[in-house]
């Protein structure tokens, strides 16, 4: 008989463990109020998949996720993964910054042993509430040896994606996370798990990426710049210079399209030593610069990542070097 697996459960909060007035409220709900021990007692029969042990690291909606907190979860994730207790880890989360939270985790935790992030879309106590069958499906995947190696995954609705590719997509829709371009790692229908596609970012260079957090107590500061019409006066860019920032991601109308007025002052910032990413808005594609953009401006090429995790590994990248060629090999 298969050996039943061990997975360790942390929760942080979100709709997952959030709790409305009516049972039909699907927004205007408080999110993290359900404690861990209630996640798990709120799907029947959770413990047949696997023998389950849980935490509360924190029990707040994910707008207010902090660096700081990144940092202890990293740290309680990787503490989990070397047990030999534990096979996998599950992560509940507000569904807001989740991506953000799986990338972080994907480029800090040396482990191959599965980390799975969940969330809802609807508090625990709407109906048809979607949090319990997302947290039995990550448990599922958590505990499969197939999953084993894949990196960080994020299971929500029947599907797996890779913490590089994912991204939140809609605002209401229970498929709110797909990864754009390359489809899901997975999906799931009841106990079998189907692997599809390895994701886009693994295929790149993302996968083989490791940053020791050990003796860091924070991030250096990385701010993004939305581009838009209109938004070409170098307003933000001078703000967060003032306020310190040790980089920019700037979040361009297309691939690589900086204006005119503004790519002189981005120039002269890369020129500093405080390093530019060039993301997109556009919410799919790749991001490859021209000779001009990456040699004589210094701007590097957020390739596949979107800009707020273009923002993490810049972050990342900076607590070793902030030098522009060493950095654009990262991406
Ligand atoms: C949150 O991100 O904590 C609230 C929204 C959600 O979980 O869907």
């Known amino acids: 008989m298969k050996r039943k697996a061990n997975v360790h459960i942390i929760a942080t909060g979100g709709t997952i463990a959030g709790r409305a007035d009516s049972a039909a409220a699907t927004v205007g ?13 709120s799907v029947p029969g959770l413990d047949k998949l696997a023998n389950l042990s849980g935490e509360q690291l924190c029990n707040i909606d994910s707008k207010d996720m902090q660096e700081t907190i990144w940092l202890q979860l990293a740290r309680r994730v990787e503490t989990a993964a070397e047990r030999n207790d534990v096979d996998g880890i599950v992560i509940t989360h507000g569904t807001d910054t989740l991506e953000e939270t799986a990338y972080f985790l994907k480029l800090t935790v040396k482990t191959d042993k599965p980390i799975v992030l969940t969330g809802a879309m609807r508090p625990a106590t709407a109906i048809s509430a979607d949090g ?14 197939s999953a084993k190696g894949r990196g960080v995954l994020v299971v929500m609705n029947g599907q797996i994606n890779g913490a590089e590719t994912v991204t939140k997509v809609n605002v209401n829709a229970l498929e709110a996370f797909q990864s754009p371009g390359s489809g899901p790692a997975g999906v799931i229908v009841d106990e079998n798990i189907f692997w599809l596609t390895q994701s886009i970012a693994d295929v790149v260079s993302a996968n083989k ?40 991601v700037y979040a361009a109308c297309g691939n690589g399209s900086v204006p005119e007025k503004l790519a002189d002052m981005l120039e002269e910032t890369s020129a500093s030593g405080v390093p530019v990413v060039i993301a997109t808005r556009c919410g799919g594609g790749i991001v490859v610069l021209s000779e001009k953009m990456t040699a004589i401006n210094g701007f590097i090429a957020s390739g596949p990542l979107n800009p707020q995790k273009a923002k993490i590994l810049l972050q990342l990248a900076l607590t070793k070097t902030n030098n522009v060629k060493e950095i654009q090999k990262l991406f």
Do not use: C, H
Not at 30 to 35: D, I, P, Q, S, V
Not at 132 to 145: E, F, G, H, L, R
Not at 233 to 244: N, P, S, Y
């Open 29 to 41: 709900y408080k999110a993290g109020e359900l404690t861990v021990e209630q996640l798990i007692a």
């Open 132 to 145: 319990p069958m997302n947290i039995w499906q990550s448990v599922q995947v958590a505990a499969d040896a």
């Open 209 to 248: 990426l490791y940053f020791s957090i050990k003796n860091l107590t924070q991030l250096p500061k990385v701010i993004i710049i939305y581009g838009y019409v209109g938004g070409d006066d170098g307003l933000f860019v001078k703000a967060a210079l003032q306020d310190g920032a040790r980089g920019l």
